[in-house]
Nanobody
């Protein structure tokens, strides 16, 4: 069982940036960030393999950057030029089976508790 702990959420003004972190209790292969806004389904933001291959949601390309410190079992997400539509609970996901940056939530075995991000003036 792998535990994931996210941090870095909070209240951010539109146009600002945020950096989320997620630490895994054990080595994982694919790691990803998903988000779920009120009344909406959970959606992929970005995913990364332990070889640093990436997979971004089309809507986040150019604004989001995912990175990893494999030695520290940590994945990061930076989002720039935040919009009110980015308000959501952001979840870290990880898996120990897939070597590719999976985009389907069903492929991730482990999930964090989520960290809330609110973008508001």
């Amino acid at each position: 069982q792998v535990e994931l702990v996210e941090s870095g959420g909070g209240l951010v003004q539109p146009g600002g940036s945020l950096r989320l972190s997620c630490v895994a209790s054990d080595r994982t292969y694919a790691m990803a960030w998903y988000r779920q806004a009120p009344g909406k389904e959970r959606e992929l933001v970005a995913a990364m393999s332990d070889r640093k291959d990436t997979n971004y949601a089309d809507a986040m390309k150019g604004r989001a950057t995912i990175s990893r410190d494999v030695a520290k079992n940590t994945v990061y997400l930076v989002i720039n030029n935040l919009k009110e539509d980015d308000t959501a609970v952001y979840y870290c996901a990880a898996d120990q089976r897939f070597l590719t940056p999976e985009k389907f939530a069903s492929n991730y075995e482990y999930w964090g508790q989520g960290t809330r991000v609110t973008v508001s003036p």
